[in-house]
């Protein structure tokens, strides 16, 4: 069982990358994080990539999660066969797109997933293996909230994953500082209180500690933080400032 399926009793934090990388996800584990997401949406990674680098993760304490650009059944199955924990599915704004997301995992007769695992260790129960896989449906724009407690009652998501920049886009507001916009704030709250009544994991996109730690006070269970590229720099910043310090 996933750490996205164990009941979170605190938030859950989360690294991101969206390069191929093979020590990257190893180091966010290593730094106290409790997991991954893999971006095949706005990232640099194709499935191989997402496959190498979860083959990686296969012994190491870290949930895994990747996000897809939409409910595509073929890209979700092979990520699902790879052996991720869970799915983020963008961009979803209505109760049958989420429901087309839940059925790119399920095996027939509940949905449309292929059998075709790729890791030996995943075994070969069709059961076992739709249980395993958790789905998240990204909400990131003002049509999706106006319909988020259809898309909340969508039996088998297992969570709301908010997206900050899209949705503030979404409603002709600055992407600079979203989550500080008192609209954008609002919104969000109202995707958290539809979640929450209907017994979902609330996730959100936090961009960077400070922001994390907002969201966590708003009460939101899953956060994802700083991107590999983002880490980089900023560990690299810090190691030349005292490296020049006088």
């Known amino acids: 069982m996933s750490i996205f399926q164990t009941g979170l009793h605190r938030p859950i934090w989360g690294g991101w990358v969206t390069g191929p990388t093979l020590i990257g996800p190893e180091e966010f584990a290593k730094a106290g994080y409790d997991y991954?997401?893999?971006?095949?949406?706005?990232?640099?990674?194709?499935?191989?990539?997402?496959?190498?680098?979860l083959r990686r993760l296969e012994h190491v304490p870290i949930g895994t999660a990747v996000r897809l650009p939409n409910a595509d059944p073929a890209p979700i199955g092979r990520v699902l066969d790879a052996g991720a924990d869970a799915v983020i599915i963008a961009m979803i704004e209505s109760a049958d797109q989420a429901a087309a997301a839940v059925a790119a995992t399920r095996f027939p007769p509940a949905g449309v997933r292929s059998f075709g695992p790729l890791r030996a260790s995943l075994g070969h129960d069709p059961a076992a293996l739709e249980s395993r896989a958790s789905v998240f449906a990204m909400i990131e724009t003002a049509s999706a909230v106006a319909d988020i407690d259809e898309i909340c009652a969508v039996d088998g998501l297992a969570g709301i994953y908010v997206g900050p920049a899209d949705l503030a886009i979404s409603m002709g507001l600055d992407v600079v500082g979203a989550v500080g916009n008192r609209q954008v704030q609002d919104a969000i709250t109202r995707i958290q209180r539809a979640a929450i009544a209907a017994g979902l994991v609330t996730g959100i996109h936090g961009s960077d500690g400070p922001t994390g730690n907002t969201l966590s006070r708003m009460g939101f269970q899953m956060i994802t933080l700083a991107a590999e590229s983002q880490a980089l720099r900023r560990g690299a910043a810090e190691h030349l400032r005292e490296a020049t310090a006088p």
């Open 36 to 53: 991954v997401g893999f971006d095949t949406q706005h990232g640099y990674l194709d499935d191989a990539d997402v496959a190498r680098m």
